[in-house]
């Protein structure tokens, strides 16, 4: 890093640091490199070959997201690494429901002054979770903005590409009257409904996060509420492979009352059972400690459902059998049935 004076630097940007976190993290980034990235670390655009990676002639599905105010949370533990895990993993979840695989990655990190330690956590945990998921980091930007962001402070975001085959796209149309519901469980909050769970720890006095609250049974706070946004491409690629699945809702922000209604078909409606889905402690103990009313608990956060599949009567047995066979805890908890794009909880 340069002694030399600069206007520059005094000015609250620091250009040498920010090569030297992304510099340092360069082996962390080729690591996500498969068949169908071109180039290196360092160009101003990142390449791609859809051929190469197996997708020629398939639609490209793209989505981009953040981790909202989690990351405040991550700061306050000291370790920014999980929150990149969550970037990819919410990021290819959104695409996943649409029947997609995904291709490859971008980033973006701003923070109010360059901390090449924090970015080189991020970039670590993105890059485990893009190898997780098959997927490349071939490029991104690492934004030092003083004034917009107060010192201490970062945020991250990412884009995401995939493909699907023209004939195995997901988008709700198969869902009919009388599809079985079968939840997948989640790893916690995943990325949403940190603004809340944070006003009711603040309420609380701001606990420590190392603290283990007799309600999280062995769990500090800090491990149950950084618990990494669960990416599910492992178990249900295989449903998409075999054509069972008719749709599927990745249940973020909104919870099941607004993220199912996105994909079903303007006649039809669900029930769901709550009763029998196991969910994380960190939910009732928010629950109770804020004193949220049901129906705000189900909108604000994903009360341990992570993702939703619609199966047809006939494929049903196949479906739980396959997801069983990886280890996943699948609950039948409901079934299509007609009516307004409405979410009944029963």
């Known amino acids: 890093m340069s002694d030399k004076p600069s206007a520059y630097r005094d ?23 498969g068949p169908g990235v071109l180039g290196d670390v360092g160009l101003f655009g990142g390449l791609f070959d859809p051929k190469a990676a197996g997708a020629e002639g398939e639609l490209l599905v793209a989505s981009n997201d953040g981790v909202g105010t989690k990351v405040m949370l991550a700061q306050r533990s000291g370790d920014l690494s999980s929150v990149g895990e969550d970037l990819v993993n919410h990021c290819v979840d959104d695409i996943l429901v649409q029947g ?97 769970a944070r006003k009711i720890l603040a309420d609380a006095g701001d606990p420590d996060l190392g603290s283990c609250p007799e309600e999280l049974q062995g769990q500090s706070l800090a491990q149950a509420l950084l618990a990494v946004h669960r990416s599910y491409l492992q178990p249900i690629m295989p449903l998409l492979d075999k054509n069972l699945l008719n749709g599927m809702a990745h249940i973020t922000g909104g919870g099941l009352l607004d993220n199912i209604p996105r994909i079903l078909p303007a006649e039809l409606s669900v029930e769901i059972r709550t009763g029998g889905m196991p969910r994380p402690p960190i939910f009732d103990y928010l629950v109770s400690r804020g004193g949220i009313a049901a129906e705000e608990a189900y909108r604000v956060f994903n009360m341990g459902f992570g993702m939703v599949l619609f199966v047809a009567g006939n494929k049903l047995t196949a479906v739980l059998e396959s997801l069983e066979s990886r280890g996943e805890l699948a609950q039948e908890v409901g079934q299509v049935i007609s009516g307004a794009r409405e979410v009944r909880l029963i």
Do not use: W
């Open 100 to 196: 997609a695989r995904p291709l490859f990655f971008l980033d973006y990190i701003a923070m109010a002054k360059m901390r090449p330690e924090s970015v080189q956590q991020i970039i670590s945990g993105l890059a485990k979770a893009c190898r997780e998921n098959g997927c490349a980091l071939i490029g991104g930007e690492t934004a030092e903005m003083p004034g917009v962001y107060r010192d201490g402070e970062v945020d991250i975001a990412g884009t995401i590409v995939g493909a699907v085959a023209r004939d195995r796209v997901l988008d709700g149309k198969r869902i009919t009257r009388g599809d079985h519901i079968i939840a997948l469980p989640s790893s916690g909050l995943h990325t949403n409904g940190f603004s809340l």
């Open 11 to 33: 000015a609250g940007v620091d250009i040498d640091a920010k090569y030297q976190a992304v510099q340092g993290s360069g082996e962390a980034i080729r690591s996500t490199y």
